[in-house]
Nanobody, 121 residues
C-alpha cells in the first residue's frame, strides 16, 4: 500500500513559522488529493487544507491568509507553510492522501502518523 511520512513539526513561539512536509510512497497509485488535518487535545480532527493534483486548494477559515499548502507531484510531496502561528494552532497535524489505484478499480484514504505542532504564547 502507501505510506505517508511527515516531518517538520516542533515548538515555536506565537507569531513564528513552521513548514510541514509529507512524502508519499505511492507505487501503483495516483494521488488525487493531499492535505493536512489537525487534532487538538479533546477536539475532533479537522481539515486544515488540501490540494488536488491540479493545484486547487481549500483552507479552513481559521488558517486562511496564514497557511499555504503546496504540492510537488513529481516527488509525491505536500507542504504546509504555517506563518503567524497562534497558540490555538497547537495540535497534532496529520497528512492525508486520497489515492486511486492505477487500474481505476478502487480508491482509499491514507493517513500519516502525525506530527506535533506546539505554539507557545
Amino acid at each position: 500500500q502507501v505510506q505517508l511520512v511527515e516531518s517538520g513539526g516542533g515548538l515555536v513561539q506565537a507569531g513564528g513559522s513552521l513548514r510541514l512536509s509529507c512524502v508519499a510512497s505511492a507505487r501503483m497509485f495516483s494521488i488525487v488529493v493531499m492535505g493536512w488535518y489537525r487534532q487538538a487535545p479533546g477536539a475532533q480532527r479537522e481539515l486544515v487544507a488540501h490540494i488536488s493534483s491540479g493545484g486547487t486548494t481549500t483552507y479552513a477559515d481559521s488558517v486562511k491568509g496564514r497557511f499555504t499548502i503546496s504540492r510537488d507531484n513529481a516527488e509525491n510531496t505536500v507542504y504546509l507553510q504555517m506563518n503567524s502561528l497562534k497558540p490555538e494552532d497547537t495540535a497534532v497535524y496529520y497528512c492525508n492522501a486520497v489515492l486511486r489505484h492505477y487500474s481505476g478499480s478502487y480508491s482509499y484514504t491514507e493517513w500519516g502518523q502525525g506530527t506535533q505542532v506546539t505554539v507557545s504564547s
